[in-house]
């Protein structure tokens, strides 16, 4: 208890805390973005169901209900795949998380899933900053390795390690932070879906209402395909059913309001494919400094909490 009345003393006597400097101890930074002051992330995650029943469907929520979005990048022969989603698991519990697995593609040959789109978004999202967090001489280098977990498009984790006492307390660190996104709370997002034929229209607006503090802000728009469960009993990780199995990633631009007509894909069974609306955003000034806000007080004790060590029964040891 005294090391834990410690930590919030330190805290708070060096609040504001840098975005470098945390994201030294706790995680990698998933995007790295040219320019200096320049920051990153994705926010969204309102999804439409595409059952076979579905003729037409609309979503929508305004920003501060939104959330919190999890990509994961896995293959079907990934063995320690399996150990971060378990703990993913845990760490998620009943909270309202939007969860996208990726699954690697290009040159694949031991996984079904996933196509050149998927790779491409990944890629150029992801790519730099899973080169450069990969810790491991076999993730070293690569820009897509299995396991990996972003959280908000901000935050990454690679491989197996932890960076606190469980990959259940990274993980759960990574959502308490929440997104940094410089939207206004009451900004909205909404996505409807309308069938004709075999293509659906999708019809997408989001009201991006930047606080007046923010310059050179950019935007850009993706609608993410994803099957709840795809079963592949050949996975040699033995796993059988695959969840939140991306699909296709289509890159619907930088407009605010606007429609599309899409050949969505077809499952890979069953008849349990969803779409879902997410923002890459990217800002590249600050007028009133050069460090991201502050986190409110009770997300930092919410972190500072779920770093401290934990008695037996916590589910993962220290790598």
């Known amino acids: 208890m005294r090391q834990l009345a410690a930590l919030l003393l330190t805290a708070l006597i060096v609040l504001p805390i840098q975005a470098s400097a945390a994201s030294e101890n706790l995680w990698d930074d998933a995007r790295i973005i040219d320019g200096k002051d320049a920051f990153a992330g994705t926010i969204g995650g309102i ?35 399996i150990k971060t989603e378990l703990a993913l698991d845990e760490a998620i519990g009943d909270q309202d998380v939007t969860r996208i697995h990726y ?13 050149n789109s998927t790779d491409s978004r990944w890629v150029n999202a992801y790519g730099r900053g ?14 897509r ?23 259940v307390t990274d993980y759960s660190t990574a959502l308490a932070l929440g997104s ?17 034929g075999d293509s659906e229209v999708f ?18 728009g993706w609608l993410l395909f994803v099957e709840d469960i795809a079963n592949f009993p050949d996975g040699s990780n033995g796993k059988g059913n695959y969840s939140h199995v991306l699909h296709e990633a289509v890159n619907i631009g930088s407009d605010q309001i606007g429609s599309i007509l899409i050949d969505p894909p077809e499952p890979w069974d069953g008849d349990d494919m969803s779409v879902i609306l ?7 000034s600050l007028n009133s400094g050069n460090s991201l806000p502050a986190p409110a007080l009770s997300t ?20």
Not at 145 to 167: C, H, Q, W
Not at 203 to 220: D, G, L, P, T
Request: charged share 20%.
């Open 130 to 143: 899973s080169v450069l967090s990969s810790e491991t001489p076999v993730l070293d280098g690569m820009e």
């Open 47 to 81: 999804s439409i169901d595409l059952t076979n029943a579905t003729t037409d469907a609309s979503a929508s929520s305004v920003i501060s209900e939104l959330p919190s979005i999890v990509e994961v990048y896995t293959a079907t022969w990934c063995f320690n795949c």
């Open 103 to 115: 699954h690697r593609y290009l040159y694949e040959t031991l996984d079904p899933f996933g196509s």
């Open 180 to 196: 940094s996104h410089p939207f206004e709370q009451n900004s909205s997002f909404s996505l409807s879906a309308d069938r004709e």
């Open 145 to 167: 390795a299995a396991p990996s977990k972003v959280f908000d498009g901000e935050r990454m984790y690679t491989g197996i390690s932890t960076r606190s006492n469980s990959l």
């Open 278 to 284: 997410v923002v890459d955003w990217t800002t590249r």
């Open 300 to 319: 930092l004790l919410c972190v500072l909490a779920a770093l401290v060590p934990r008695r037996n029964g916590d589910s993962e040891p220290v790598q």
């Open 203 to 220: 019809s997408f607006a989001w009201s991006n209402m930047i606080s007046s503090s923010i310059e050179n802000w950019e935007v850009s």
